[in-house]
């Protein structure tokens, strides 16, 4: 179905089978790994979890609207048993390749986040996503980011990554993208802070904070040499070599493009 005022589609199976279809070269799933594994929202997201519970080693923890799951498999990387849920077929079939490539190993689930069977309530130690809840609104957004919450165990954690109403790149990127026709993830809406305290108000979770990823790294959205890259299909660097630990600022978690809820279940401190 086409949302007429935005001419972007609704969030569905369907949609997203699409945007998964192709298979990238195995190296892009080797580079995109390492390349998650240097970013700071990667490292921000390890220490809270080292924090919390020591190691990964022997965690369960599940990925919700999973895609190819590129923050399990760095779990899996460390020890954690992954659970990768998605409801496109495309996508689980991205996530069991991007997996093997890199050598790891998850459960793989075909299951609406919003319609989550009570076998898995309860179930995990870490639940999180990366660019999922910002794809529903009314109900629905307030339904989805409480899924993340029944997953987890009594002092699981939860990591819900979304993109920050306040990163301008993200912004006007998105704007000129929907203006050109050329917008392919649905209908996305992104979040502020207030909103997101505002939801886990209303679903009675009372620990958590926020981080964010670069605000240097937002700056690829708009970047004149990025785009001409793209448009003249330009090869990437894939050289893991290449790549340097990212380093953050206090500015991340107020403007940077992905906005961390960091969430904790019950009484945790
Ligand atoms: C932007 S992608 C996530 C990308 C991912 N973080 C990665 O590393 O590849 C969003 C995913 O959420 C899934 N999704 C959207 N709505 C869902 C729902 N109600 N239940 C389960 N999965 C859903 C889509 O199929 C899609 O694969």
């Excluded at 899924?147 to 006007?172: E, W």
């Amino acid at each position: 179905m086409i949302n007429s005022e935005k001419n972007t589609e609704n969030n569905s199976p369907q949609l997203w089978d699409g945007l998964w279809q192709k298979s990238p070269l195995i190296e892009e799933d080797i580079f995109d790994l390492a390349k998650e594994e240097h970013s700071i929202r990667w490292q921000r997201t390890e220490k809270a979890v080292v924090k919390q519970f020591g190691s990964f080693n022997g965690l369960k923890v599940i990925e919700l609207g999973a895609g190819v799951g590129t923050n399990a498999a760095l779990m899996a990387k460390r020890g954690a048993k992954i659970t990768i849920l998605d409801y496109s077929e495309g996508a689980l079939r991205r996530a069991r390749e991007f997996f093997e490539r890199n050598g790891l190993s998850a459960e793989f689930i075909k299951q609406d986040a919003l319609l989550l069977p009570a076998n898995l309530l309860g179930k995990y130690d870490i639940s999180m996503s990366f660019g999922l809840t910002e794809h529903f609104s009314g109900p629905a957004r307030i339904k989805i980011n409480k899924a993340h919450f029944d997953v987890l165990k009594d002092k699981g954690i939860t990591f819900i990554s979304v993109p920050n109403k306040y990163n301008l790149p993200y912004r006007i990127f998105k704007f000129l993208a929907e203006t050109a026709g050329t917008w392919k993830a649905g209908e996305e809406y992104p979040y502020s802070r207030r909103e997101l305290r505002k939801i886990c108000k209303e679903i009675g979770i009372t620990k958590y904070s926020f981080f964010g990823d670069s605000i240097f790294y937002s700056f690829n959205f708009i970047s004149p040499l990025r785009i001409i890259k793209k448009l003249l299909k330009m090869d990437r660097d894939l050289s893991v070599l290449h790549l340097k630990k990212e380093k953050g600022t206090f500015l991340d978690q107020y403007l940077s493009y992905a906005l961390v809820l960091y969430g904790k279940k019950s009484s945790l401190t």
